[in-house]
């Protein structure tokens, strides 16, 4: 069964790099038609989309984040990575990893769609 | 970016009711609609898919419907593990995003 675990700091200081990475286990992470996504929830807010990588290292992000956001991934050690760059205290959030897939009956459609199953999510704070 | 908006943003019902949630996109999504349940300190667990099939594990009493830009979520008789907030997200476009949250609370 798949799994997926987020790990880093919990505190980075304003205009520094916010890194987390997702441990993933259970499964390949190089299938074909399956993404991996990031997340986030400010405290008391929706869910926003920050980004997602393919196997290959082809990447989507978000364009409101995009100038901001670096994503890469290893597949030998399955694990993918977020970096955000020049945080504000706007970035505050619950962080989530995510499976991110269009699949049904076997088969996958080569762009992404909905995020399944999702990590446990990591608050990082954005304070000094 | 394609806009999703979500009613209402509360909801009070008792456990046995029958409830809708509605979720509007601002341009027509096809089918390419997902929702998603969240509890307090978890993450959102997906419910269903493709605006109407519903993921494995997910009790029947849930059902999806629509396509285009209206789109709803059915509790055919709500249980008390169903109080929870409730989220759809379009994925028609290569920026996915989501409706702002349904908070479902017992009355």
């Known amino acids: 069964q798949l799994q997926m675990q987020e790990s880093g700091p919990g505190l980075v200081k304003p205009s520094e790099t916010l890194s987390l990475t997702c441990i993933v286990s259970?499964?390949?992470?190089?299938?074909?038609?399956?993404?991996w996504g990031w997340i986030r929830q400010p405290p008391g807010k929706g869910l926003e989309w920050i980004g997602s990588?393919?196997?290959?290292?082809?990447?989507h992000y978000n364009p409101s984040l995009k100038s901001r956001v670096t994503m890469s991934v290893d597949t030998a050690k399955t694990q993918f990575s977020l970096q955000l760059h020049s945080v504000t205290a706007a970035d505050t959030a619950v962080y989530y990893c995510?499976?991110?897939?269009?699949?049904?009956?076997?088969?996958?459609?080569?762009?992404?769609?909905?995020?399944?199953?999702w990590g446990q999510g990591s608050l990082v704070t954005v304070s000094s | 970016d394609i806009q999703m908006t979500q009613s209402p943003s509360t909801l009070s019902a008792s456990v046995g009711d029958r409830v809708t949630i509605t979720c509007r996109a601002s341009?027509?999504?096809?089918?390419?609609l997902a929702w998603y349940q969240q509890k307090p300190g978890k993450a959102p667990k997906l419910l269903i898919y493709?605006?109407?099939n519903l993921e494995s594990g997910v009790p029947s009493r849930f059902s999806g419907s629509g396509s285009g830009t209206e789109f709803t979520l059915t509790i055919s008789s709500l249980q008390p593990d169903d109080f929870a907030t409730y989220y759809c997200?379009?994925?028609?476009?290569?920026?996915?995003?989501f409706g702002q949250g349904t908070k479902l609370e017992m009355k």
């Open positions: 995510a499976r991110h897939s269009d699949c049904s009956g076997g088969s996958c459609n080569s762009v992404p769609g909905y995020f399944h199953p």
């Open positions: 259970g499964d390949s992470m190089r299938k074909n038609g399956y993404f």
């Open positions: 990588i393919y196997y290959s290292g082809t990447t």
């Open positions: 341009q027509s999504i096809s089918r390419w």
């Open positions: 493709k605006a109407s």
């Open positions: 997200q379009q994925y028609n476009t290569n920026s996915y995003t």
